[in-house]
């Protein structure tokens, strides 16, 4: 099983639509949760963090569930910009900075 | 402010020849990652280096191996590469005190070995 599980999409999303899409950790002693934006295979870019109370950046929101072992990232009034490839990414404790990435979620916003 | 630079951005080897990625940050950055990633998978950790003088493997070491010449150059090596080696690499490094917001990526490395 792997560590860290998207549904790989495409999620075709009308502009100015929402949309919401879940990861899916399976260690517990994951400790820092984060979603990156990757663009056409570029390299990865840091897009926010993912605290337990939730957190919003614009028009981002990103929840973390720990006893369910997921989180997720909704896009509201969605751009024609954020068409990308999402990746969930998990840090445990005392990992030296690894990263555990999810395969990606594929948005693709639509005029 | 060049970041992470990696080198070169593509490549074709032949099976079984051998070649070096090199990586460079210009960040005193005391970590630094080698990544690669294959179509369908996310980014799997190859060797790290969490600071100078120091090297450990990640989750797909084989068939790799690293120098961390200086706290700025971080290379990966294959010594015989095979098809299964066709993948792009990503180097990054990090200031661990900035925990992941220190993390910063270089462009990459698209390989394809024939």
């Known amino acids: 099983r792997k560590e860290v599980e998207q549904d790989p999409g495409p999620f075709n999303v009308p502009e100015g639509a929402t949309v919401a899409f879940n990861c899916t950790y399976s260690?517990?002693?994951?400790?820092?949760f984060f979603w990156y934006r990757q663009d056409c295979r570029k390299e990865p870019k840091l897009l926010m963090s993912?605290?337990?109370s939730g957190n919003e950046d614009g028009r981002f929101t990103a929840q973390l569930n720990r006893a369910s072992q997921y989180i997720s990232l909704l896009i509201r009034d969605s751009k024609l910009s954020d068409s990308a490839t999402y990746l969930c990414v998990v840090m445990r404790a005392d990992s030296w900075g690894k990263l555990q990435f999810g395969a990606g979620t594929q948005v693709v916003v639509t005029p | 402010n060049a970041g992470v630079t990696q080198t070169p951005k593509f490549q074709v080897l032949k099976t079984g020849q051998s070649m070096t990625l090199q990586c460079a940050q210009d960040?005193?950055?005391?970590?630094m990652y080698w990544y690669r990633q294959d179509p369908g998978m996310g980014l799997r950790l190859i060797y790290y280096?969490?600071?100078?003088?120091?090297?450990d493997k990640g989750e797909v070491p084989n068939g790799y191996n690293v120098s961390r010449l200086n706290k700025r150059e971080f290379s990966l090596r294959l010594e015989s590469a095979a098809p299964s080696q066709t993948s792009v690499y990503f180097c990054?490094?990090?200031?661990?005190?900035?925990?992941?917001?220190?993390?910063?990526f270089g462009s990459g490395t698209r390989l394809t070995v024939v």
């Open positions: 280096s969490a600071s100078e003088g120091t090297t």
């Open positions: 990054a490094s990090r200031k661990p005190e900035q925990g992941l917001y220190g993390y910063t």
């Open positions: 260690n517990s002693a994951s400790q820092s």
């Open positions: 960040m005193n950055h005391n970590s």
């Open positions: 993912v605290y337990s």
